[in-house]
């Protein structure tokens, strides 16, 4: 299979070229500066160009749908640069609640989130990446901007999650029901124990003993206390919140519609069902005609989201740097004294929705900047429907999401972590976090008060009190051993990290910083779709 055949090769230079990018940036006519002299700095298309002809379908020519279905590549590059872009006074930015950004705390947390104009302005490390950043005030103690690396993973992984929940509780109604007899299930999926739940021979639900979801059995892994479902409802309220740019969307705004709500499939294949689950009501969906009439307008068009959603949903994994002997036995370490109880390392999707995943692991040959090399491999099929480019469609096979270490499930870990919130309530159950990148993203903590592994390790307690203790009596050279694993998890600049996509020339030593000597990720390889002008 190679996409590239169909592309004539003075195209594929033009693409690689034009890829390179920093963390934020802004369009070259706005910076006026030619991006094809500067391709590391700014981006070529304006907004309206990226925006194209809107959310549309696969049938219509340069929308975003027509995209994500027939060249899924360029629509993840053109949501990575979306991500990077500063966004201007004049395209909505800000205020984020009103002018005066005053009101009620309690009841409008964007009153304490710091305005950016940029997405990679909270997640903009390392270097050209949905990485992590610094913190963001949502809660008094302040939150740390966590790494967005493998996050089309997570909320697959959460989905499956939630729907094989609900099929152990419908199976488990369904034969207390035939036999008129109570029945108690074990709520056990992919591994993970979300406590159990007895049914009544009437078929009354006992959710009483279920453990580390709600009773709705939504499995929410976005923002650290498990609040939000899907990419996109974390993308919009992010736009709102810490941009004050507001979207209307077909897709949220549908499915959340108060008197005809319908089931919804964004464009990166997340069903929303209204009947099963309450997500959340863009503010712009109920904007009148009149914006001065209640100060409410959409400044985003629906497709900048559509590219944002479909570029997070394929983003990279974390990798994995060199593994020593000591590093080795630290993670045995981890899983003698229950670390993996809690922080479990391998998880499973059944239907993969991605289109490619990138394998980034320690390569001190292939390597050539950071002794990283990742290589890509494409999970679509090719599928012709007599248009001019066929679709690109995920094949849906199943993946083993390796070195998540997290079970998505909530734990109450002890009142070192517990947070207070701005009505004077406490918060005490958090998402496990993943450690997947942890070697990269000191301080630690989900409100980033740890100042290294070692400390926020001492720091755990409640359900993870007995593997602290176990870790505490372990020798120095057993600590250093666990930490010596835990910091192979690292993040990368993809702008910097040779692929099988761009390997780089390792004979030049001499102009190692330029892009095609050093190597990088560059989808732009894998376009479909001929363009006049480069992304």
Same mark, same amino acid.
């Given at each position: 299979?190679?996409i590239?055949?169909?592309?004539?090769?003075?195209f594929?230079?033009?693409?690689?070229?034009?890829?390179y990018?920093?963390?934020q940036?802004v369009?070259?006519?706005?910076?006026g500066?030619d991006?094809q002299?500067?391709?590391?700095?700014?981006?070529?298309k304006?907004?309206?160009?990226q925006?194209?002809?809107?959310?549309?379908?696969?049938n219509?020519e340069?929308?975003?749908?027509?995209?994500?279905?027939?060249?899924p590549?360029r629509?993840?590059?053109r949501?990575?640069?979306?991500?990077?872009r500063?966004?201007?006074?004049?395209?909505?930015?800000?205020?984020?609640v009103?002018?005066f950004?005053?009101g009620?705390?309690?009841?409008n947390?964007?009153?304490?989130a710091?305005?950016?104009?940029s997405?990679?302005?909270?997640h903009?490390r390392?270097?050209?990446?949905?990485?992590?950043?610094?913190?963001v005030?949502?809660?008094p103690d302040?939150r740390?901007?966590p790494?967005?690396?493998?996050?089309?993973l997570?909320?697959?992984?959460?989905?499956?999650?939630?729907?094989?929940?609900r099929?152990?509780?419908q199976?488990?109604?369904?034969?207390a029901?035939?036999?008129?007899?109570?029945?108690?299930?074990?709520?056990?999926?992919?591994?993970?124990r979300?406590?159990?739940?007895?049914?009544?021979?009437?078929g009354?639900?006992?959710?009483?003993?279920?453990?580390?979801?709600?009773a709705?059995l939504?499995?929410?892994p976005?923002?650290?206390?498990g609040?939000?479902a899907s990419?996109?409802e974390?993308i919009?309220?992010?736009?709102k919140?810490e941009?004050g740019l507001?979207?209307?969307d077909?897709?949220l705004?549908?499915?959340t519609?108060?008197?005809?709500p319908?089931?919804?499939t964004?464009?990166s294949?997340?069903?929303?069902?209204?009947s099963?689950?309450n997500?959340?009501?863009?503010?712009?969906?109920?904007?009148s005609?009149?914006?001065?009439e209640?100060?409410i307008t959409?400044e985003i068009?629906?497709?900048v989201?559509d590219?944002m959603?479909?570029?997070?949903?394929?983003y990279?994994?974390?990798g994995?740097y060199?593994?020593? =002997?000591?590093?080795? $036995?630290?993670?045995q /370490?981890m899983q003698? *004294?229950?670390?993996? #109880?809690?922080?479990? !390392?391998?998880?499973?999707?059944d239907?993969?929705?991605?289109?490619?995943?990138v394998?980034t692991?320690?390569?001190p040959?292939k390597?050539?900047?950071n002794?990283?090399?990742?290589?890509?491999?494409?999970r679509?099929d090719?599928v012709?429907?007599?248009?001019?480019?066929?679709?690109?469609?995920?094949?849906?096979?199943?993946?083993?999401?390796?070195?998540?270490?997290s079970d998505?499930?909530?734990?109450?870990?002890g009142?070192?972590?517990h947070?207070?919130?701005?009505?004077?309530s406490?918060?005490t159950e958090?998402?496990?976090?993943?450690l997947?990148?942890?070697?990269?993203?000191?301080?630690y =903590?989900?409100?980033? $008060?740890?100042?290294n /592994?070692d400390s926020? *390790?001492?720091?755990? #307690?409640?359900?993870? !009190?007995?593997?602290?203790?176990?870790y505490?009596?372990?020798?120095?050279?057993?600590?250093?051993?666990i930490q010596?694993?835990?910091q192979?998890?690292?993040l990368?600049?993809?702008?910097d990290t040779a692929?099988n996509?761009n390997p780089?020339?390792?004979?030049?030593?001499?102009?190692?910083q330029?892009?095609?000597?050093?190597g990088?990720?560059?989808?732009?390889?894998l376009?479909q779709?001929?363009?006049?002008?480069?992304?």
């Open positions: 299979m190679n590239r055949k169909k592309i004539p090769i003075t594929i230079i033009c693409s690689l070229y034009s890829t990018t920093w963390s940036l369009e070259c006519d706005q910076a500066i991006g002299d500067i391709p590391n700095g700014c981006i070529i304006s907004l309206e160009d925006i194209g002809t809107g959310h549309g379908d696969e219509t340069g929308s975003a749908v027509y995209l994500i279905k027939r060249d590549a629509s993840i590059r949501g990575r640069q979306l991500f990077q500063k966004f201007t006074l004049a395209e909505g930015h800000g205020p984020r009103n002018i950004s005053d009620d705390i309690t009841t947390r964007a009153i304490g710091g305005l950016s104009d997405c990679a302005s909270c903009g390392p270097k050209g990446s949905a990485g992590f950043g610094g913190d005030v949502t809660r302040s740390d901007a790494h967005l690396f493998g996050l089309g997570i909320e697959q992984l959460a989905d499956e999650m939630t729907t094989e929940l099929q152990l509780r199976e488990t109604v369904d034969q029901l035939s036999t008129n007899t109570s029945q108690t299930r074990s709520l056990r999926v992919k591994g993970v979300f406590g159990r739940i007895t049914v009544n021979g009437d009354e639900v006992d959710s009483s003993e279920i453990d580390g979801v709600d709705d939504r499995v929410k976005f923002f650290h206390q609040g939000t990419i996109r974390f919009m309220g992010a736009f919140d941009m507001q979207a209307w077909p897709v705004c549908n499915a519609d108060p008197q005809n319908q089931i919804q964004s464009p294949g997340f069903v929303y069902d209204p099963k689950d997500f959340e009501r863009p503010v712009a969906c109920d904007a005609e009149d914006p001065d209640d100060g959409s068009n629906p497709a989201v590219h959603e479909f570029y997070l949903l394929n990279f994994k974390p994995q060199k593994v020593t =002997g000591e590093a080795r $036995r630290g993670q /370490l003698q *004294i229950g670390c993996l #109880g809690c922080h479990t !390392q391998n998880l499973r999707i239907s993969d929705r991605r289109v490619a995943d394998e692991v320690y390569d040959v390597g050539i900047f002794d990283l090399y990742a290589t890509a491999s494409t679509f090719i012709d429907d007599g248009q001019a480019y066929p679709k690109l469609l995920p094949q849906e096979q199943p993946f083993l999401v390796e070195n998540i270490f998505l499930k909530r734990h109450d870990l009142p070192a972590f947070e207070r919130d701005f009505d004077g406490v918060v958090f998402v496990t976090e993943p997947w990148g942890v070697g990269s993203t000191a301080p =903590g989900h409100d980033g $008060r740890s100042i /592994l926020v *390790i001492r720091r755990h #307690g409640g359900d993870a !009190q007995q593997s602290k203790r176990r505490e009596r372990l020798s120095e050279r057993g600590q250093a051993q010596a694993f835990l192979t998890l690292v990368f600049p993809p702008d692929s996509l780089g020339d390792a004979s030049n030593n001499q102009d190692v330029e892009p095609d000597v050093h990088t990720i560059n989808l732009g390889a376009f779709i001929e363009e006049e002008s480069p992304e």
